[in-house]
Nanobody, 124 residues
Framework: QVQLVESGGGSVQAGGSLRLSCAAS????????MGWFRQAPGKEREGVAG???????SYADSVKGRFTISKDNAKNTLNLEMNNLQLDDTAMYYC??????????????????WGQGTQVTVSS
């Protein structure tokens, strides 16, 4: 059974940084895409960044140059380094996993497994 557990959210002022982590377990397929998604109140869930088993990455235009996704294979942990956070980055952030190394587009409907989410709040 796939389990994804996020941590690292919190409150930060605009321009600040946060690091999110997602501990993953139970997935058996060697080919996968793991990603970070976010959902603000009243908005649909959107893809933020993804990384596949080959190490290939994909980012939403809104976070390119500010966010960096990485995976620690030894610890089975997915990370998201978020720098220069803006007010619009405020959302619940979720870790997601799909089988198959397809991260392009980061469409939430393509991801089967989800964590419970961690809140990120950016204030002015």
């Amino acid at each position: 059974q796939v389990q994804l557990v996020e941590s690292g959210g919190g409150s930060v002022q605009a321009g600040g940084s946060l690091r999110l982590s997602c501990a993953a377990s139970g997935y058996t397929n060697s080919y996968y895409c793991m990603g970070w998604f976010r959902q603000a109140p009243g908005k649909e869930r959107e893809g933020v960044a993804g990384i596949n088993n080959y190490g290939g990455t994909s980012y939403a235009d809104s976070v390119k140059g500010r966010f960096t996704i990485s995976k620690d294979n030894a610890k089975n942990t997915l990370n998201l380094e978020m720098n220069n956070l803006q007010l619009d980055d405020t959302a619940m952030y979720y870790c997601g996993l799909r089988y198959g190394p397809y991260c392009a587009g980061l469409a939430p409907r393509d991801f089967r497994y989800w964590g419970q989410g961690t809140q990120v709040t950016v204030s002015s």
